[in-house]
């Protein structure tokens, strides 16, 4: 799939599609996009890309159920804790969207799924994560 | 550096929608009604700050209809921490020595503006050609799509890794903090809404973002607050009856959030809380335990629970047991949000930090009619603003 874009940069579709984290190489601190120095430690940097875990667990989550118009509900946004570091937000996709479905702590994996495609045939790939 | 600061005239309106009214009205009304209150005049005051979030820059305005001397004016904007900053800005003028005099003023005119947060950003249906923009590089805007950044979710999840992290902590226990709320609210007449809900209505009501239920959240509207305060040494000149009545800002504290792991996938409105009310505890000499009121930032009845564990109201990791045991109901061990809070009262963006200092005031000085906290001598304010911020005011009954 030649014609494909994340949709944010700190999603790699370079082989197996995995989240990226810059990295600060004096105190470990992770971020996701750009950076101009370290919000921890206060060192310019430098940050390495560093890559990021594929299974987490749900920290917090919230179920809504008013979205704003043009999106569908209900869907669960979600705070996830990744394996070995990084903390990060997505939906909880594939899975019914109920209280009796989703549980704090539960293991989950990233997955992604199409945004479809623009004007030029580029696929917009967006990332989620699913019971593990 | 001066001695200590004392709010000494105080004014709030009726939180709700005005269509009659329009901001200056609100505003104007309410920073002559402090500045009556303190037996003064505009010609008294050395220093204003004005926080409004939407129509940020209008202190000039409400100067050039109540009375434009030529002091400085701080226009002031943190999100929702607004109005404690407009506190903030005239409090740390006096404290340094510069006045001796200062008005604060917060209002918002919102009428009834739906759901707050990211609501501009979802994606249009353009022609379209994704380019990476912004700092994470995003093609499109990623509101539900890389979660929700709406407040009422924002705040869900907030409570939801409280309830993570905590034992007996639920979706009951958030909807007893709006069930408590709610009740207190009935008492207030300033309150946008003041009607009580049982538990099970809380319970059953519309979902909004869960475990937010409509009850659980707090609704838009108008508002608009105001202090005047001034220094120790000034108080010392003013009638007797102004000292009776005056009220000490025992602490004033702010801070932003740190960084912290959790922090980068969503704001930490905890960590920033804890350091505030610890420094602002120090700064009063006052523990937790002795106070006789609180009015923290419930935005969402989920929000507030967490706050108890923040500020120290309950032992560390009790907030539901707090809840559970009624403990800020206005009769338990530490009654908060006794104005019915935001989910009641409303939380119109710029007056929330200032009529939370009225609020407190109003029970210190023993005029708080029927929903007084009787023999109110010491509280504390508390305010988030989203990005983040916290805001805490220690006050307390002077004699």
Redesign the interface.
Known sequence: MANQ??????LSLDGAPHLEAQECENCG??????RNAC??CFKPGPFKVRRLADTGT??????????????TAP?V?????LDG???????IINTEPS?ENIK??MPVRLATYS?GT???G?E?V??GFQPA | MSDDVFIIGLAQHKFGRFPEKDSLDMASEIAMAALADAGMTMADIDVMGCGSLLEAGSGQRILHQIGATGIPVYNVTNACATGANAVRVAYMEIKAGISQVGLAVGFEKMGKSGLLGLAAKVAGADKKVWAPAGRTGSVMPTEGVLGSGMMPAVFAEIAMEYANNNDGVGFEQFAKVAEKSHAHSVLNPYSQYRKAFSLEEVMNAEVIAWPNTLPMCGPTGDGAAAVVIVSGEKLKTLPDDVRKRAVKISASVMTSDPWTAGGQAGPDVNTCTRMAADKAYEMAGVDPQDLDLVELHDCFATAELVHYDNLRLCEPGMAGKFIDERGPWRDGKIPVNVSGGLVSKGHPLGCTGVANLVEVGMHLRGEAGDRQIPDAKVGLTHVIGLGSTCAIHILEKVS
Do not use: E, M
């Open positions: 874009i994340p949709v944010v940069d700190y601190a992770l971020y996701f996009g750009r919000a921890k749900i920290r917090g989550f919230s179920i809504i159920q008013r979205a704003v118009p043009g999106l869907y946004s979600a705070l996830v804790d570091g990084g903390s990060v937000k997505g939906n209280p704090l702590g945004l623009d004007d030029d580029t917009a967006a990332f």
